[in-house]
């Protein structure tokens, strides 16, 4: 059985910072693109980056780029998004999300893409 947790989410001031992490079990987590997505109330799920098999190529949306970073450690079948300098529109449910690819530096930017999902956390920044 796939399972996607995560985990890091909470409530910061704007300008502050989070580590979301995203523990895979029951998978060859090597053989997966991650990804992060989120869902504001009453907005659609947006991407926020992915990061291919190897950990050597990510992609972020616009609205996090140079505030995020993704890392991965499939020692530990785990991912990492630093968040940095958080905004109030930042604050929505965070997603976890698992890919199979082929390809060691393939992205995936698309959500009908990912075969596995996390429950999500939540992440609340203040203004």
């Known amino acids: 059985q796939v399972q996607l947790v995560e985990s890091g989410g909470g409530l910061v001031q704007a300008g502050g910072s989070l580590r979301l992490s995203c523990a895979a079990s029951g998978l060859t987590f090597h053989s997966y693109i991650m990804g992060w997505f989120r869902q504001a109330p009453g907005k659609e799920r947006e991407f926020v980056s992915t990061?291919?098999?190897?950990?050597?190529?990510?992609s972020y949306a616009d609205s996090v780029k140079g505030r995020s970073a993704l890392s991965r450690d499939n020692a530990k079948n785990t991912v990492y998004l630093q968040m940095n300098n958080l905004k109030p529109e930042d604050t929505a449910v965070y997603f976890c999300a698992a890919a199979l690819a082929p390809g060691w530096s393939t992205l995936q930017t698309m959500s009908r893409a990912y075969d596995y999902w996390g429950q999500g956390t939540q992440v609340t920044v203040s203004s």
């Open positions: 990061i291919s098999r190897s950990g050597g190529a990510t």
